[in-house]
């Protein structure tokens, strides 16, 4: 027997109850090292240094009470069989705290060391079997994931021969074809199309399923993510005779979404439209702002297809879904689409849902969080309710010598973010999320909450860091420059809200500077030149 | 003016041929290797203008490949495309880090893949291509 398997953790207050709880423990097996604590937070310590085989809890502590009690211990050790002591009157709780992921409760003052000694030992066989089952589970799903990514990798070989030569007989590369030969070869290269992209939902959603599905958010034109999905369905939609428009509002500010994902599931959407409006249909996809839902873009697709009935409606989103009485024809896919929009939506914060009338049309709506320096800036611009002292904004821009060799490039400015990621204080300072640049260069923004010399001190971190970056050197050169953000006049009877804008506006202006490449920094604020880079507004 | 020259790797023999006919239907000169190993030794013996690489390799995977080619001075200089039926989640940062300029997951859109090689190839080329 091990010494964990000895060690019981008992946490308890009232001396009279811990003295009888340790002498009922030690009748029952004499060999048994029994840990007191009669604070919580001492308790949670122990259970940190040195993790018992059984925890006797008791619900009231000094420092925890109820519900909370129980909830913060399972948290520290999600492993650990926990038995819970409960009094006469609060019988009710100790069974909330079964359901919850307890493994037993006593009732105080009326068991002996026999039941005592039985239920600890049933509460560790019983988590023992939970915790086998719950890595059989994780075994399960991960053999899923490495199986569908297998097979998958394994369907495309053949998969891209098909599909290579039916180009090379469609692009006229193997001689000139008749019009019924071109036809039947358009069919195999749009089946084979179908096929690679079920291949993805399969992917895609058994990642989604696993809570794999990974993100990158930037700044992003909504307009042009819906511009590139309408030109590449543009094709299908003409075969139908629909006609595919979009409407947009110009006025739309630039949301933070990654574009890749947001595509995928405009394309969805289309498809979906299209696959399901008759012919000679229309679809349209629009893009607007909600007056009370100010913090969203919302993005719709209508259609004039036959609409969903009221029955199918909760049920589009979810996997493997198809309409019964859709026809034929609309029976293709795996009815994996929607499932996933509906994850990658979610995994930004956003919703959708859908509207239909049977027999006029559907329209499916999503929301995507707009971009929203403030909402970036508050934790730097305020803390615990009052405006930090100083708050700088650094810049730190990478020119290329002329053609960076080998594609280096992507990977040294993901490289160089990280960098700067790690030169910063995360509660104190952010690394803007890239706003695009206008030209072959790179340029980050840095928003520190620092003073002048706090300034130098991040600027000489990050120029040493640069420097230390061998792969850098011959292929581009970096300049770093800061200028102090000028603070508003904290007032008495300014809200905190309207010092964050009026801070987050300064900013704001600063980086549109910055990137347009006006003279905000004029050359002789630049680090490499100059030893006084912040530059205090008068 | 003379041909540009492409390198393909890939073991996939079905593959390697329908690539090479377009190719070349593109005028573009084209030379095979098999494997990670014959990658390296054509890649000197030839010195192309652009290799076509696929990930999943014998003697040597796309890795090795990069790794190598960056190593010689004069093969580092040579831009990779990257053409494999690899999950681009899991693979595509990886690749890219390791030196490919960009990448196709198979089967690729043959448009796309091609205005990526005449990018690559034209002498007003910047850096990365944006690629799916």
């Given amino acids: ?538 | 003016m003379e041909k540009a020259k492409i390198l393909i790797v890939d073991d996939d023999p079905d593959l390697r041929r329908a690539l090479n006919l377009r190719l070349r239907a593109s005028h573009f000169e084209t030379a095979y290797a098999t494997d990670g190993f014959s990658a390296i030794s054509m890649a000197q013996k030839e010195r192309p203008d652009l290799i076509i690489l696929d990930v999943g390799l014998p003697a040597g995977d796309g890795f090795v490949v990069l790794e190598r080619l960056q190593q010689n001075a004069a093969l580092s200089v040579i831009p990779v495309i990257v053409l494999t039926a690899r999950d681009p989640q899991a693979t595509r940062d990886k690749i890219m880090r390791a030196g490919a300029i960009a990448y196709f997951q198979k089967p690729a859109d043959n448009n796309e893949l091609m205005s990526t090689i005449r990018t690559v190839l034209s002498p007003a080329w910047p850096g990365t291509v944006a690629a799916s």
């Fill in chain 1, 1 to 538: 027997m091990s010494k964990q398997d000895n060690h019981v953790l008992l946490i308890e207050d009232n001396p009279g109850d811990a003295d009888l709880i340790r002498l009922r423990l030690v009748e029952g097996k004499p060999n048994l090292d029994v840990a007191c604590a009669n604070r919580l937070s001492d308790g949670l310590e122990s259970l940190a240094q040195q993790p018992p085989a059984v925890v006797l809890l008791d619900l009231n502590l000094p420092d925890s009470r109820g519900a909370e009690t129980f909830r913060r211990v399972l948290n520290k050790a999600p492993g650990v069989p926990v038995v819970v002591l409960s009094g006469q009157d609060d019988e009710d709780l100790a069974l909330k705290a079964v359901h919850q992921g307890v493994q037993d409760y006593l009732v105080k003052g009326s068991f002996d060391s026999k039941q005592l000694a039985r239920a600890m030992r049933y509460a560790v066989e019983r988590q023992g079997l939970l915790t086998s089952l719950d890595m059989s589970r994780k075994q399960q799903l991960q053999f899923k994931d490495q199986f569908l990514s297998h097979v998958s990798h394994e369907l495309r070989t053949p998969l891209t021969s098909i599909h290579q030569f039916v180009s090379l007989l469609l692009d006229g590369l193997s001689g000139p074809l008749s019009g019924e030969q071109r036809e039947h070869l358009q069919t195999i290269l749009r089946s084979a199309n179908q096929l690679r992209s079920m291949i993805n939902d399969l992917l895609d959603a058994s990642r989604a399923e696993s809570g794999k599905t990974r993100i990158e958010p930037r700044c992003i034109v909504l307009g042009e993510v819906v511009r590139t999905a309408v030109a590449m369905m543009q094709a299908s939609a003409r075969e139908k005779r629909i006609g595919l428009e979009m409407g947009l509002d110009n006025r739309i500010p630039l949301v933070y979404a990654d574009p890749e994902r947001v595509l995928q599931v405009l394309l969805n959407l289309i498809h979906n439209a299209i696959k399901f409006t008759p012919v000679e249909g229309s679809v349209m996809v629009k893009v607007c702002r909600v007056e009370a839902d100010p913090e969203f873009a919302y993005i719709s697709v209508t259609d004039t297809g036959r609409g969903i009935s009221p029955e199918a409606r909760p049920l589009i989103f979810e996997r493997m879904y198809q309409d019964p009485a859709a026809v034929d024809d609309s029976r293709k896919g795996l009815g994996l689409g929607l499932y996933i929009a509906r994850e990658l939506v979610h995994l930004h914060g956003g919703r959708i849902w859908v509207e239909s009338q049977v027999g006029h049309g559907t329209i499916l709506t999503f929301t995507m969080p707009l971009f929203s320096l403030p909402k970036l800036l508050t934790p730097i611009i305020i803390h615990q309710g009052k405006l930090r002292e100083a708050i700088s904004l650094v810049v730190v821009e990478l020119a290329p010598h002329g053609t960076p060799g080998m594609g280096n490039w992507f990977e040294i400015r993901k490289r160089c973010l990280e960098m700067l990621q790690q030169c910063i204080l995360p509660d104190k300072d952010v690394v803007l999320p890239s706003l695009g640049s206008a030209g072959p260069g790179e340029t980050y923004l840095i928003v520190a909450c620092a003073d002048e010399s706090g300034t130098t001190v991040l600027m000489q971190r990050i120029r040493e860091q640069l420097e230390r970056y061998r792969e850098l050197q011959g292929v581009a050169s970096f300049s770093i420059s800061a200028k102090a953000v000028p603070l508003p006049w904290p007032q008495a009877d300014t809200p905190a809200v309207k010092l964050v804008e009026e801070t987050a506006d300064r900013i704001t202006e600063m980086c549109m500077a910055a990137m347009a490449r006006k003279s905000m920094f004029d050359t002789t604020t630049v680090l490499a030149e100059n030893q006084n880079p912040t530059q205090k507004e008068q």
